[in-house]
C-alpha cells in the first residue's frame, strides 16, 4: 500500500447491498489506484459490515453511528459504543440532524422526532469524546440547532475541548461554513459541486486545510457519472472540481486534501 495515497474518499457506504455484487472488484481497484476510503456505518449492522471490510484491507477505514433518519434503541447504542474501541473506528457516525427528510419509518419531521434526533445526536457526541475520536455529522435543515448542540458539549462538557469533526456533504451558507469552521470542524463536498454552482462560494472562501473530499457512493453521483451508481474512485473528480473552483493548482489542491483526511481522521 503506498504509505500517500493518491486520493481520500472520506465518506462512502461500500457496506450498502448496493455494492454486494462487485464489491470486492471495486476494492481491489481502489488499492491498485492509491485511493482510501473511510466506509460510513449507518446503523449497527452496517457498522459491523463496516469494521469488517477495514479489518480485511489497509485502504479502508470505518465510522461506526446510527443515522439521524433511524430510530434507535439504548441497547443500539451500548453496542456502538462498544465498537467504537475498535482502532480501525476514525469517526463516530453518520450523525447528527435531519429535519428535511423525516423518519426512515416514513411520516413527517414532528417535534418528537426532531428531539429523538436531538438525543441521539448528544449520545454520539458523548461516545466521540470517550474515545476521543471525531464525528462524522450528516446535517439537514437544521445546520443552527447541530450548532447549538455541539457548542454546549464544547464549552459544557470536561473534555469538550478535544471534540471535532467533518460537515458531510455540507450544503450551507458561507455564514453557516465559519460557524463549524469556528469550532475547528472540516467541511468535505461530493458529487454536486461538478453540476451545481451552490457550493462553489464556500468552496472558494475556505481555507483549502479545512476541506475534504468525499463521494458518499452508492449516492450523488459526479458529472460525468450522473445517473450511474456512484463508487469511491470518483472521488478524483471531486478533487478535480475544487481545484478548479478555488482556481489553484491540481497536485497542490489533491496532496493537500489528503492530509486534511489523515489528520481529521488520524488515518496511517
Ligand atoms: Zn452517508
Redesign the pocket.
Known amino acids: 500500500m503506498p504509505e500517500y495515497p493518491e486520493y481520500i474518499d472520506t ?1 462512502s ?1 461500500l457496506n450498502f447491498e448496493n455494492f454486494d455484487i462487485d464489491r470486492e472488484e471495486i476494492i481491489a481497484k481502489l488499492k491498485k489506484e492509491g485511493v482510501w476510503t473511510i466506509t ?1 456505518g449507518t446503523s449497527v449492522a452496517d457498522s459491523r459490515q463496516a469494521i469488517a471490510l477495514a479489518e480485511k484491507h489497509e485502504h479502508l477505514f470505518a465510522t461506526v453511528g446510527i443515522h439521524p433518519t433511524h430510530e434507535w434503541t439504548d441497547d443500539e447504542f451500548a453496542m456502538i459504543d462498544q465498537l467504537s474501541a475498535h482502532k480501525k473506528v476514525v469517526a463516530i457516525g ?1 450523525c447528527g440532524l435531519d429535519f428535511f427528510r423525516g423518519p426512515a419509518t416514513g411520516g413527517p419531521v414532528t417535534e418528537e422526532s426532531k428531539m429523538r434526533q436531538g438525543q441521539a445526536f448528544a449520545r454520539h457526541i458523548e461516545i466521540a469524546l470517550k474515545y476521543d475520536k471525531p464525528l462524522m455529522i ?1 446535517c439537514r435543515a437544521a445546520y443552527e440547532e447541530a450548532h447549538s448542540i455541539i457548542s454546549a458539549f464544547k464549552t459544557d462538557h470536561k473534555l469538550g475541548a478535544r471534540l471535532r469533526g467533518n460537515m ?1 456533504f455540507f450544503a450551507g451558507s458561507p455564514e453557516v461554513a465559519k460557524k463549524f469552521l469556528d469550532l475547528d470542524f472540516t467541511l468535505s463536498f461530493a458529487g454536486p459541486i461538478t453540476f451545481a454552482r451552490d457550493y462553489d462560494e464556500v468552496i472558494k472562501n475556505t481555507p483549502l486545510e479545512s476541506l475534504l473530499s468525499e463521494t ?1 457512493s452508492p449516492f450523488a453521483s459526479p458529472t460525468p457519472f450522473r445517473g450511474k451508481r456512484n463508487q469511491p474512485i470518483y472521488v478524483k473528480e471531486i478533487v478535480k472540481k475544487i481545484a478548479e473552483i478555488r482556481g489553484q493548482d491540481l497536485e497542490i489542491v489533491q496532496k493537500t486534501l489528503v492530509l486534511n483526511a489523515k489528520k481529521a481522521f488520524g488515518l496511517s
Open positions: 465518506h457506504h460510513v453518520e450528516h458531510h458518499d
